[in-house]
């Protein structure tokens, strides 16, 4: 996600744009009122040549076939969860090199999944079930299909010591009204190391990975901390991952509690404090436990990497917003942490929050790495890939690789 000044840039792009969510589309409250804004777009031609050259054109029409054989909702539901895993399942092999590469679109890339999940949300949000299917029934059936497609209800360590553990998630696309082409290396990031296993000096360490969407109500609903709570008592480490500068890697220092409103995936959002539970003994600013010195000390790749310690706030007794260069001053109020006010920094600000709730703060590393924004090669304004496209995505993902080993193994010595 985008730092405060590009999210800045992009708002004014929303503005001119005219970007506002259809009248007529599905909520969260009414599931079945019809394609959201975010399945409208899978019309679009570039949606449809990154299904067809990935092969994940099959997707959806996969899931319809399974529907209609569908008797009850037991037996929906059966099918949604199976088809929901084999998607993340047939993503992660495809991007780890497992299994033939159906089209020509290189195997590193986000978008086949995001697209291909859209495709099952529309089929299954506009099913015509042969039974009675209360809007409450489907609303649980895409919530299965949500997380089982976006690998968070798989999340799997090995049993037993010896092997450390290490969670990473990423995030969908996002500001596709600006370019619908758009990929998401954070995406990339968590379908290339999800079951990998990484050798540090201390021995090996399993990565386990989500996706989360880009979307203001998920996040309201919990969505986060649902998934990550189970794992946090059990994890060495934990990273969150998004796109957010041009030309570099940020280890976010500090969140905010502060949502800036800017559009989402269905076009909604307002300036707000970030919701959760409890709010009157909410923080306004968590902070990384990430051992972020020796990760930008380190040698991980092409792209440099800074400690970024920069917040906006409303100083205590004011009322302007002020940038921090070196972090908030005492009894403040967050306007954007050092990863802005978008959702990358809310997933860091409730991810470190539920660390620092779980008692968790002196004891687990954790915080939010943001990666460069992936780019497309110069000259290129509606090819869906391209040789350089590739290479900066590949280049991202390990260069996020090296960054979490040397992340794990400098908590090793930590320890030690």
């Given at each position: 996600?985008?730092?405060?000044?590009?999210?800045?840039?992009?708002?004014?792009?929303?503005?001119?744009?005219?970007?506002?969510?259809?009248?007529?589309?599905?909520?969260?409250?009414?599931?079945?009122?019809?394609?959201?804004?975010?399945?409208?777009?899978?019309?679009?031609?570039?949606?449809?040549?990154?299904?067809?050259?990935?092969?994940?054109?099959?997707?959806?029409?996969?899931?319809?076939?399974?529907?209609?054989?569908?008797?009850?909702?037991?037996?929906?539901?059966?099918?949604?969860?199976?088809?929901?895993?084999?998607?993340?399942?047939?993503?992660?092999?495809?991007?780890?090199?497992?299994?033939?590469?159906?089209?020509?679109?290189?195997?590193d890339d986000d978008r086949p999944l995001y697209w291909a999940r859209l495709g099952m949300t529309r089929e299954l949000r506009t099913w015509d079930?042969?039974?009675?299917?209360?809007?409450?029934?489907?609303?649980?059936?895409?919530?299965?299909?949500?997380?089982?497609?976006r690998g968070q209800s798989g999340i799997r360590y090995p049993h037993g010591g010896g092997m450390k553990r290490v969670l990473v998630t990423g995030?969908?696309?996002?500001?596709?009204?600006?370019?619908?082409?758009?990929?998401?290396?954070?995406?990339?990031?968590?379908?290339?190391?999800?079951?990998?296993?990484?050798?540090?000096?201390?021995?090996?360490?399993?990565?386990?990975?989500?996706?989360?969407?880009?979307?203001?109500?998920?996040?309201?609903?919990?969505?986060?901390?649902?998934?990550?709570?189970?794992?946090?008592?059990?994890?060495?480490?934990?990273?969150?991952?998004?796109?957010?500068?041009?030309?570099?890697?940020?280890?976010?220092?500090?969140?905010?509690?502060?949502?800036?409103?800017?559009?989402?995936?269905?076009?909604?959002?307002?300036?707000?404090?970030?919701?959760?539970?409890?709010?009157?003994?909410?923080?306004?600013?968590?902070?990384?436990?990430?051992?972020?010195?020796?990760?930008?000390?380190?040698?991980?790749?092409?792209?440099?990497?800074?400690?970024?310690?920069?917040?906006?706030?409303?100083?205590?007794?004011?009322?302007?917003?002020?940038?921090?260069?070196?972090?908030?001053?005492?009894?403040?109020?967050?306007?954007?942490?050092?990863?802005?006010?978008?959702?990358?920094?809310?997933?860091?600000?409730?991810?470190?929050?539920?660390?620092?709730?779980?008692?968790?703060?002196?004891?687990?590393?954790?915080?939010?790495?943001?990666?460069?924004?992936?780019?497309?090669?110069?000259?290129?304004?509606?090819?869906?890939?391209?040789?350089?496209?590739?290479?900066?995505?590949?280049?991202?993902?390990?260069?996020?690789?090296?960054?979490?080993?040397?992340?794990?193994?400098?908590?090793?010595?930590?320890?030690?």
């Amino acid at each position: 996600m985008n730092s405060l000044r590009v999210r800045i840039g992009v708002l004014g792009l929303a503005l001119l744009t005219g970007l506002t969510a259809p009248t007529t589309t599905a909520t969260a409250a009414d599931p079945a009122a019809g394609p959201t804004v975010e399945e409208h777009r899978l019309d679009g031609a570039a949606p449809r040549e990154i299904l067809r050259r990935s092969g994940f054109d099959t997707v959806a029409p996969d899931l319809a076939r399974a529907l209609d054989r569908a008797h009850s909702y037991a037996q929906a539901r059966r099918a949604v969860v199976r088809q929901g895993t084999e998607l993340w399942r047939r993503a992660v092999d495809r991007a780890q090199g497992r299994g033939p590469a159906a089209g020509d679109l290189s195997r590193d890339d986000d978008r086949p999944l995001y697209w291909a999940r859209l495709g099952m949300t529309r089929e299954l949000r506009t099913w015509d079930a042969g039974f009675r299917l209360g809007d409450g029934q489907r609303a649980r059936l895409l919530d299965e299909l949500e997380r089982t497609s976006r690998g968070q209800s798989g999340i799997r360590y090995p049993h037993g010591g010896g092997m450390k553990r290490v969670l990473v998630t990423g995030f969908d696309p996002f500001t596709l009204d600006r370019d619908i082409r758009i990929s998401n290396p954070s995406g990339a990031v968590a379908l290339a190391l999800d079951g990998t296993v990484i050798e540090t000096a201390d021995g090996p360490a399993r990565i386990e990975t989500a996706v989360f969407p880009v979307r203001w109500r998920d996040f309201t609903a919990g969505t986060v901390e649902r998934a990550l709570r189970p794992h946090l008592p059990k994890v060495d480490l934990f990273t969150t991952v998004s796109q957010g500068r041009v030309g570099r890697f940020d280890i976010e220092r500090t969140n905010g509690a502060w949502r800036g409103g800017f559009g989402d995936n269905e076009n909604t959002g307002r300036p707000e404090t970030v919701p959760v539970t409890d709010p009157a003994s909410q923080p306004q600013w968590t902070s990384t436990t990430l051992p972020y010195a020796e990760i930008v000390d380190a040698e991980t790749g092409r792209f440099p990497v800074y400690d970024n310690t920069s917040v906006t706030e409303i100083p205590a007794g004011g009322t302007e917003a002020v940038v921090r260069p070196e972090g908030p001053t005492p009894g403040s109020t967050a306007r954007a942490g050092g990863g802005g006010d978008y959702l990358s920094n809310e997933i860091a600000y409730r991810a470190t929050l539920l660390r620092d709730r779980l008692g968790l703060h002196g004891k687990l590393p954790g915080g939010h790495v943001h990666t460069p924004v992936l780019q497309f090669g110069a000259g290129n304004t509606n090819e869906i890939t391209d040789p350089e496209f590739v290479r900066n995505r590949l280049d991202i993902i390990g260069q996020t690789r090296a960054i979490v080993t040397v992340a794990i193994s400098a908590t090793e010595r930590t320890r030690d």
